[in-house]
């Protein structure tokens, strides 16, 4: 593989996996597209101007921490704390030359440092002083995180740089603005920034903290213990540190005659995309995918072509992956984006082979299953909420069943402290009379932690 410097664009590969064969007669096309990005922080003009790059730095990114300080972050005591532990400790994650903010939340959002509606640089004197800052965050008020998005979007705005990236800690629920007010927060935002989310202790609303994660294309996770959240905020600012580009976006061009189904991120976790789909040209739409590193991701595109007869064969969809063109260049892949020059090719192929046609791919079938797993989860817990516990009973075996089967060992052991596994292989299970809300709290919001295929 080749080494790129500084001057270069990060190494993007697009694999197909698929079973092309169709019946005669037969429309539904399924692949797993799996996206690799490699290159060790390369970055270079063709996706961001080159004056936003620090020599050895990496591409320059903004970061705003919006820390939950409402009246509940006060019990217990240590909570708080903890949060500006956290904080504390993302801060010292920060890498030299990246922009930053710390905003505190309550049914207000207020700028905790630098103020002024500005960003600092960080360096080893603006830690120092965010970290003092910190000190005077208390615990006091309700919970409007709409306005806690769009003062980090406002601030996160002001700088010229690649990365745009948002880390949110709430420990309660969104009380004090209406849903719509976080969607229409979240709609603005979207795009923007990218932004993790992670619920402490078990008094917040699981459905708001992963809402938020995936409106943002961020992650979402729970810190049952306030103790933990160091530990968390950490890793979270390590890997946003390691992010070397924004807004990368999957084409999918299909031709005359096909529908895109769905399009949906299937690893790390179960993402849906389909309606998130913008137009890029004549049979070409682009599906956001947010900021990447050096990592991979599998993608499962399913499209409907037209019938054909025995024999024939044709090109079902071509994935390919753009960036948005740079300000003052030239077009380049259509659309108003450019392309990263890694593409897939999604086939059809009409046989009598019944072997052939029948077979199911071994990647379209583990990730058909992962993405049935996250579905079960969450239907079976909403049933348990409802007191429906036969059809909770149900779900939640079939989704024992489904972990076991696909070696998603840790959604199993999740699984098992929700419901005493009689036959894992048979999905016979009965409910736990007794389950502790963190336990409950952490299953539903790692549902969509999927496992990738083992590789034999």
Request: net charge negative; with cysteine.
């Amino acid at each position: 593989m080749a080494n790129f410097s500084k001057s270069n664009v990060p190494q993007f590969s697009v694999d197909v996996y698929q079973n092309e064969y169709l019946p005669d007669g037969g429309r539904e096309v399924n692949a797993i597209v799996t996206v690799t990005a490699t290159g060790g922080g390369t970055i270079g003009s063709a996706v961001a101007a080159p004056h936003l790059y620090s020599p050895g730095q990496g591409p320059s990114a903004a970061v705003a921490v919006m820390v939950d300080c409402s009246g509940s972050m006060d019990y217990p005591p240590t909570k708080m704390r903890n949060a500006r532990d956290a904080t504390s400790a993302a801060i010292d994650t920060l890498r030299d030359g990246v922009h930053f903010a710390v905003v505190c939340g309550t049914q207000v959002a207020k700028e905790v440092y630098p103020g002024g509606g500005r960003l600092a640089v960080a360096d080893a004197t603006t830690r120092e002083q965010a970290k003092r800052a910190l000190r005077d965050l208390n615990a006091g008020g309700g919970t409007a995180i709409g306005t806690w998005l769009r003062l980090a979007d406002r601030l996160l705005s002001t700088a010229d740089v690649a990365i745009r990236h948002g880390i949110l800690l709430t420990d309660g629920r969104n009380e004090h603005e209406s849903p719509e007010d976080l969607r229409a927060a979240l709609d603005t935002c979207a795009g923007r920034f990218t932004c993790d989310a992670r619920g402490v202790g078990t008094d917040w609303e699981v459905k708001e903290v992963t809402g938020i994660a995936s409106a943002l294309l961020g992650t979402a996770d729970i810190v049952a213990d306030p103790a933990g959240l160091a530990a968390d905020f950490t890793r979270v600012m390590e890997t946003a540190m390691g992010k070397e580009v924004a807004d990368v976006a999957l084409r999918l061009w299909t031709p005359v005659g096909t529908t895109v189904r769905f399009v949906k991120q299937v690893a790390p976790t179960v993402e849906e995309l389909t309606g998130r789909r913008t137009e890029a040209g004549p049979r070409a739409g682009d599906y956001p995918t947010g900021s990447w590193g050096d990592e991979s991701r599998d993608y499962h595109v399913c499209v409907e072509v037209p019938a054909a007869g025995i024999g024939q064969e044709m090109l079902a969809a071509r994935v390919s992956l753009v960036v948005p063109e740079p300000a003052g260049e030239a077009p380049g892949a259509g659309g108003g984006a450019r392309n990263l020059g890694a593409q897939g090719l999604v086939r059809a192929v009409w046989t009598d082979d019944m072997a052939a046609s029948t077979s199911i791919n071994p990647q379209v079938a583990h990730y058909t299953g992962q993405a049935e797993l996250a579905q079960v989860i969450q239907q079976g817990l909403d049933l348990r909420k409802a007191g429906d516990i036969d059809g909770a009973t149900a779900k939640l075996g079939r989704a024992v069943q489904l972990a076991g089967a696909s070696g998603n060992a840790d959604t199993a052991k999740l699984l098992a402290k929700v419901v005493d596994v009689v036959d894992a292989a048979a999905g016979t299970v009965r409910l736990k009379a007794k389950v502790e809300e963190a336990d409950e709290m952490t299953l539903e919001t790692r549902s969509t932690k999927t496992v990738r295929v083992k590789k034999h």
